[in-house]
């Protein structure tokens, strides 16, 4: 006995297949329901509605009558005809369309608008009217296959898709998340479905790149008896990437880049559908920002329907001053302005703002604005960034304000910068993003590529003197092009700044033409005084020579009084021989009113005359 994996009702195995082809009508062992969670190996090709249906049912229900049986068929549940019980009362169509709910609120815009049918699929040929694949779905007969295309491009919607066309077994498994002993368990389900009902199981790997080889060969065995139809998804080269004999076994198709025109289409398509739950403002976005949307995408939809995601959520969002605060910061640092970095960095870690999201942004600021003028910047961002991820605030605020000095400090060089500007600005000139790479700089690692020439007349640096050789290494048309500058800033001069530094050179002559000018008086007012002090001087020696004259009458002539001594400007023998006598007078005879008295001190009277050591020598040795 076998349970039914339509009506779920219990038959001879020797008359299943006659019981499924008369619609579980006829030859019917037992009547009674056995719960779907008996043989959990039996599913229906559409998981979610026969769920549904199952779930609805109660395990202890009377016996399902053939015309029960007849609504729970799958052809009548993809016609979209709703269970009818036999009471009267009827359950919620399959098919209804219903309010999105919570699950479906949290889900992202790219899972809610996957397609439901392949002619919602835009932008692949295979699956279009006259596409291989699809041939191959209304034939029912789907090969194991290999599905290689870019991200978002497709692959796991038009596996899903196929899974529901046919009749047959639906598994989709992830290599991240799956092992080699859950596959074996799936085989061995599948293998005693198809013994048992005659349906296949469709296998899909999504990443299918992240199975090592080894964990590859679990495939081998079942795709090649037929006990499965494996459909394997990648983003990588799967003559690299999957065992040579798994894809023998499988047939390869390659999925197309998504034009800008199909990306724009999928956003008009979402933004349809969503304006119920998003309620976007529709003056922000419009077809213009599809269009930017599409072209920023670059052929990835999911990327494009996040993008939109957020455009419709941050449309009617309040702004605020966190872009503005961290803008400041960054162009004072650009501006070598250290106060202005502190001030705006102050103003962001009061305001709560994560101060990893500061050290991020500096690192940016590192290679941007600093550059090859200094790298050592770049290890000291990264070293704040780590600093703040493994301290935190408040203690990491020091470390922010190290990183945001010393980046306003250090010298600045957009050098690097503007030279992946320029190649970037190259790719969007017609023709030379796709120019082919030359052939004696590509990969040859099998003997075919090499064979092709891979590689073939290429120069391996290492082996020549200093590593120079004459090999070319742009594509033929960027040939002569450069796109790193010699300079590392720019060419432009601040007309502000020009005169600003003009009034400032005006000032400072200004002030050293008021110091000379002051010095030039002084010196003046100095040269003045002298000149009166001289000519005051020389009057004063006119008034005193008459009384000196008189003073002195009796005196030799050469004899002339200077301040309060006698100084001799010309000493004679007769004046020496006079100076004698007078002594003896006074040694022998005393004082005498007739002589001049001498002067108080000896020591005032200097003849300039003489040496300095004759003036030394008393008044004996004046020979």
């Known amino acids: 006995m076998v349970v039914c994996p339509i009506c779920g009702k219990v038959v001879k195995e020797t008359f299943i297949n006659q019981h499924l082809d008369s619609g579980c009508t006829g030859d019917v062992e037992s009547e009674a329901v056995v719960p779907s969670s008996t043989a959990p190996i039996f599913r229906t090709p559409a998981p979610k509605r026969g769920t549904f249906f199952a779930s609805s049912q109660p395990v202890s229900a009377p016996t399902d009558t053939p015309t029960q049986a007849r609504k729970r068929f799958f052809a009548d549940v993809e016609d979209g005809k709703a269970e009818v019980r036999e009471n009267g009362s009827s359950s919620t169509p399959a098919l209804k369309k219903s ?39 209304e034939q029912d007969r789907i090969p194991s296959m290999i599905i290689w295309g870019l991200p978002g491009n497709g692959k796991t919607t038009i596996a899903r898709l196929v899974a529901q066309k046919v009749n047959a077994r639906f598994v989709e498994i992830n290599s991240t998340s799956s092992g080699v002993a859950e596959c074996k368990k799936i085989f061995a ?65 390659t999925l197309a880049k998504l034009t800008d025109a199909d990306v724009a289409t999928i956003l008009q398509r979402a933004l349809a559908k969503s304006k119920e739950l998003y309620k976007p403002n529709l003056d922000l976005v419009n077809g213009a920002l599809l269009d930017y949307l599409a072209s920023f995408a670059d052929g990835d939809a999911r990327t494009a329907l996040n993008l939109l995601e957020l455009a419709m959520d941050i449309s009617t969002r309040p702004g605020d001053q966190h872009y503005d605060t961290i803008s400041a910061l960054h162009k004072s640092i650009r501006g070598s302005n250290p106060d202005a970095a502190l001030y705006y960095l102050a103003r962001m870690i009061q305001s709560g703002e994560d101060a990893l999201y500061i050290a991020r942004r500096m690192v940016v600021m590192a290679s941007e604005d600093i550059g090859l003028a200094d790298n050592t910047m770049l290890s000291l961002a990264t070293a704040t960034y780590s600093a703040c991820e493994k301290i ?53 690692p099998t003997r075919l590529m090499k064979e092709m020439g891979y590689g073939k007349e290429y120069k391996y640096n290492p082996k020549y003197v200093d590593g120079r050789v004459k090999q070319d290494y742009l594509p033929d048309q960027l040939l002569g092009r450069t796109f790193l500058e010699d300079r590392d800033l720019g060419t432009q001069i601040d007309p502000d700044l020009l005169e600003h530094e003009q009034h400032s ?20 007012e100095d040269k003045v005084e002298t000149k009166e002090v001289k000519q005051d001087s020389q009057d004063g020696e006119k008034e005193a020579k008459p009384l000196l004259e008189e003073e002195h009458a009796g005196l030799p002539k050469n004899e002339i009084r200077e301040s309060d001594g006698v100084v001799k400007s010309e000493q004679s023998s007769d004046l020496k021989q006079s100076e004698r006598e007078t002594s003896n007078v006074l040694q022998n005879d005393g004082p005498s009113s007739s002589l001049s008295e001498p002067p108080e001190d000896d020591d005032d ?19």
């Open 99 to 137: 309010k999105p709910n919570g699950a479906e609120r949290a889900a992202p815009l790219a899972e809610r608008m996957r397609p439901k049918t392949l002619d919602e699929v835009y932008g692949q040929d295979l699956v279009g009217p006259d596409g291989v694949l699809r041939g191959l779905i």
């Open 189 to 253: 389900e599948a293998k005693a479905e198809l013994s048992l009902t005659g349906r296949k199981t469709i296998i899909f790997c999504d990443e299918i790149h992240r199975f090592s080889k080894s964990q590859q060969d679990v495939f081998l065995g079942p795709v090649e008896a037929g006990h499965v139809t494996l459909i394997g998804a990648t983003t990588e080269n799967p003559s690299f990437k999957v065992q040579n004999a798994l894809l023998s076994r499988c047939r390869t198709f």
């Open 392 to 444: 935190g605030l408040p203690e990491c605020r020091i470390n922010l304000a190290h990183c945001a000095v010393a980046l306003s400090l250090a010298p600045k060089s957009t050098r690097a910068y503007r030279g992946l500007n320029n190649a970037m600005s190259a790719l969007k000139e017609p023709g030379l993003a796709g120019l082919p790479i030359p052939i004696h700089l590509r990969n040859a």
């Open 605 to 623: 009277i200097a003849d300039t005359s003489l040496p300095l050591s004759s003036q030394t020598k008393p008044p004996e040795e004046w020979e």
């Open 505 to 524: 050179n005006s000032e400072e002559m200004f002030q050293d033409t008021s110091v000379e000018k002051d010095t030039v008086m002084q010196v003046a």
